[in-house]
């Protein structure tokens, strides 16, 4: 399975929430703190997958970490193949500087925590729960309340599962039939009878219907594993959050059904479970709350709000809006997606992609921005930590598997040493990539041609999801051949010295794109920068400079190479590529298509 593919699935979902916005760059906002470093949790010297974080009463960092985890493998062909990496299921300890202190094996991979009042801890995850002792001595456990019967809950999946492969496929069944009616009108008529333009349509036809079928099976291929009843089963168990106040525990759990998620109380011992939140929506698999002595919080990311229920699960008031220029509105496709408690009411904020954390007070009136963390881009977990005695701040990054940590401005170095790599690769290696303008150009490509313009048709990130999905945008309309064509790699790279950007292949080629240096090995002739959008880091990539005029482009997942391609520089005077045409009109086949478009059964 292709990666891409099944990464646009999950984009598309995102982008649906999205308004179009002349303006989608996060505005850049003032804020208290800075980052500094990250911590990268360990196990026996080696890297450690992290799964969520808090910190306690002394600041120290309780970390989940381990548990199996899944890693995408390149093939030559461009396709991916997946596997299954386990490690310890482990409860690890450290201080606020970093230092691993302790850490305590669990029977089950842990991916939620919090800390109760008394110092004592609750971890749950994979359908269990349990309440340790800040020594981390198990002092009770249960399974999720959510669970109930094994046998019911994989009976509710099975038909879930069911349910969700027809809904997705089924509008590919649909285009497949209706270009096998046209076929068969025009079959029943004798070919002597059949016109130049009939002959041409069933030419078309027979192109869609091959296609749609291709497509089907691609997809059916794809969400066999993403909707099998085990898959689905062990989604159901998944537990994405905990709350805990004096009183209460509260779970965050994925409903047995659909893909919602909700929420059961319960008391300190794991016991008198009730559900008190349903149809809670949550996205890319991210839901968090969290609760104070007053609420219940929920960081509703689909909604961009924050909700305050009372202990019931009754909505009580709320606060947030979708906003990308305001200081306090949420930005992003879905945002916020981690929120915290402080001891005075006060409420934090974290936003995925974005990587801003905002303080608001218990009215929901805005405070002010905290500060901006260096994560990744896409929906992603973000679990956030205030160690209030020593004013410091803390944010996951999910794809490098650590934990950013920011000081207050006066405490942070004016530049910190990922600065300084930014800014000596900038001023070296990232000469080369931009190059003069006089003798040496600043774009790369594939076949070292400029491209023309774009075809309108193919232009966009709707364009290319619909594309990948088989969707033309008109459930009656006909696609031609032509028309599906979109590549999985950027073909063309332009390197401005002011960080702009211009792209052309993926998705994002008609993007507010631009690339921002990370670090460089003068050794190895090699540098190594973001590729951003709307200002949010989704790509990175290692460039090994092989001459002035070719160089290997690895696009980066970590540090783990996901696919390389060799680039050639495009001369200064370079004219466009002849074979690359700017849209042409009035084809035999466009008016076949068009006129067909029109004809429904």
């Given at each position: 399975m292709s990666l891409s593919r099944a990464a646009l699935l999950g984009f598309a979902v995102c982008l649906s929430a999205q308004p179009a916005s002349a303006e989608s760059k996060p505005a850049p906002f003032d804020s208290t703190h800075k980052q500094v470093r990250m911590i990268r949790p360990s196990h026996d010297g080696k890297p450690i997958g992290l799964n969520t974080f808090t910190l306690?009463?002394?600041?120290?960092?309780?970390?989940?970490?381990?548990?199996?985890?899944?890693?995408?493998?390149?093939?030559?062909?461009?396709?991916?193949?997946?596997?299954?990496?386990?490690?310890?299921?482990?409860?690890?300890?450290?201080?606020?500087?970093?230092?691993?202190?302790?850490?305590?094996?669990?029977?089950?991979?842990?991916?939620?925590?919090?800390?109760a009042a008394d110092g004592s801890i609750f971890v749950a995850g994979a359908g269990k729960v349990a309440h340790l002792s800040a020594a981390g001595k198990v002092l009770a456990s249960a399974d999720s309340p959510h669970l109930g019967d094994m046998d019911e809950l994989r009976a509710k999946v099975e038909k879930a599962a069911k349910e969700q492969m027809e809904q997705l496929t089924g509008s590919m069944k649909e285009q497949t039939e209706r270009v096998e009616k046209m076929l068969e009108k025009l079959a029943a008529k004798d070919e002597a009878e059949?016109?130049?333009?009939?002959?041409?349509?069933?030419?078309?036809?027979?192109?869609?219907?091959?296609?749609?079928?291709?497509?089907?099976?691609?997809?059916?291929?794809?969400?066999?594993?993403?909707?099998?009843?085990?898959?689905?089963?062990?989604?159901?168990?998944?537990?994405?959050?905990?709350?805990?106040?004096?009183?209460?525990?509260?779970?965050?759990?994925?409903?047995?059904?659909?893909?919602?998620?909700?929420?059961?109380?319960m008391n300190h011992e794991l016991s008198e479970p009730k559900k008190v939140v349903s149809d809670l929506g949550g996205c890319c698999g991210q839901c968090d709350i969290q609760a104070n002595e007053d609420y219940l919080v929920l960081a509703e990311n689909t909604k961009f709000q924050v909700g305050l229920l009372d202990r019931d699960g009754n909505r009580v008031s709320g606060f947030g809006s979708?906003?990308?220029?305001?200081?306090?509105?949420?930005?992003?496709?879905?945002?916020?997606?981690?929120?915290?408690?402080?001891?005075?009411?006060d409420i934090l904020t974290a936003e995925s992609s974005i990587g801003y954390i905002k303080r608001f007070n218990k009215e929901g009136e805005f405070l002010g921005t905290v500060g901006k963390a260096r994560i990744g881009g896409g929906c992603k977990h973000v679990a956030i930590g205030h160690d209030e005695k020593r004013d410091r701040y803390y944010m996951q990054y999910e794809d490098r598997n650590a934990i950013c940590v920011l000081l207050p401005r006066s405490e942070a170095p004016e530049f910190t040493e990922d600065e300084l790599l930014a800014k000596a690769a900038r001023e070296g290696l990232g000469q080369k990539l931009v190059g003069d303008g006089k003798t040496l150009s600043g774009e790369w490509s594939l076949d070292g041609k400029r491209p023309a313009k774009a075809k309108a048709g193919n232009a966009g990130v709707f364009g290319a999801i619909s594309v990948i999905?088989?969707?033309?945008?008109?459930?009656?309309?006909?696609?031609?051949?032509?028309?599906?064509?979109?590549?999985?790699?950027?073909?063309?790279?332009?390197?401005?010295?002011?960080g702009k950007m211009d792209i052309r292949g993926t998705y994002s080629e008609n993007g507010n794109n631009g690339?921002?240096?990370?670090?460089?090995?003068?050794?190895?002739?090699?540098?190594?920068?973001?590729h951003l959008e709307d200002g949010i880091s989704y790509n990175e990539y290692s460039v090994k400079l092989l001459s002035d005029d070719k160089a290997e482009f690895s696009m980066m997942y970590g540090d783990q190479v996901m696919s390389t391609k060799v680039y050639t520089r495009i001369p200064v005077e370079a004219p466009k590529d002849s074979d690359a045409v700017e849209g042409d009109s009035g084809t035999a086949d466009e008016d076949v298509a068009a006129e067909s478009a029109g004809e429904k059964e």
């Open positions: 306690d009463r002394d600041g120290n960092i309780l970390a989940c970490v381990g548990g199996d985890k899944m890693e995408y493998l390149p093939a030559e062909d461009g396709s991916f193949t997946t596997k299954t990496i386990s490690a310890p299921k482990l409860l690890q300890k450290y201080s606020p500087d970093g230092d691993l202190l302790c850490e305590f094996e669990l029977d089950f991979k842990p991916t939620a925590i919090n800390e059949l016109t130049d333009r009939e002959k041409k349509r069933i030419k078309v036809l027979e192109q869609q219907k091959k296609m749609f079928c291709d497509q089907q099976e691609q997809m059916e291929e794809m969400y066999a594993d993403m909707f099998s009843v085990d898959t689905m089963l062990q989604r159901s168990m998944e537990i994405t959050s905990l709350a805990v106040n004096s009183k209460d525990l509260y779970v965050c759990c994925g409903s047995p059904e659909g893909y919602g998620y909700e929420v059961w109380r979708q906003d990308r220029t305001s200081k306090e509105g949420f930005g992003s496709c879905c945002n916020p997606m981690n929120v915290k408690c402080c001891s005075n009411g999905l088989g969707d033309s945008g008109d459930a009656d309309a006909e696609v031609e051949d032509e028309e599906v064509v979109m590549s999985q790699d950027v073909t063309y790279f332009c390197f401005h010295a002011d690339w921002e240096p990370v670090s460089q090995d003068l050794k190895a002739n090699t540098i190594r920068f973001l």
